[in-house]
Nanobody
Framework: QVQLVESGGGLVQAGGSLRLSCAAS??????MGWFRQAPGKGREFVAQ????????SYADSVKGRFTISRDNAKNTVYLQMTSVKPEDTAVYYC????????????????WGQGTQVTVSS
């Protein structure tokens, strides 16, 4: 049974840092990513990374502030968030696919339950 379990969310002040983790079980994945959804908004792409770890892409809104990485031995993907802003407040979801996919939610096959990130001003 495939499971994605996020952790690391919480309350952080603007300008601070936070690291999210997503531990996968049941199989390995070629592409792993992070999406987020703020209240009243749709789910938006944040970052994704491929198995090799040398191909990462980011949403323009987080480029230069967030870093995605993965530890294939642990089947875990991370999202290091720095210089966070109040507009980063959202539920963050881990997603995974056994294929090479575009940074689009509909192309991902598996999802975690989400972890809340709240940035105070």
């Amino acid at each position: 049974q495939v499971q994605l379990v996020e952790s690391g969310g919480g309350l952080v002040q603007a300008g601070g840092s936070l690291r999210l983790s997503c531990a996968a079980s049941g199989r390995t994945f070629t592409t792993m990513g992070w999406f987020r959804q703020a209240p009243g908004k749709g789910r938006e792409f944040v970052a994704q990374i491929r198995w090799s770890g040398d191909s990462a892409s980011y949403a323009d809104s987080v480029k230069g502030r967030f870093t995605i990485s993965r530890d294939n031995a642990k089947n875990t993907v991370y999202l290091q968030m720095t210089s966070v802003k109040p507009e980063d407040t959202a539920v963050y979801y881990c997603a995974a696919s056994p294929r090479v996919v575009a940074p689009v939610a509909l192309q991902y096959d598996y999802w975690g339950q989400g972890t809340q990130v709240t940035v105070s001003s």
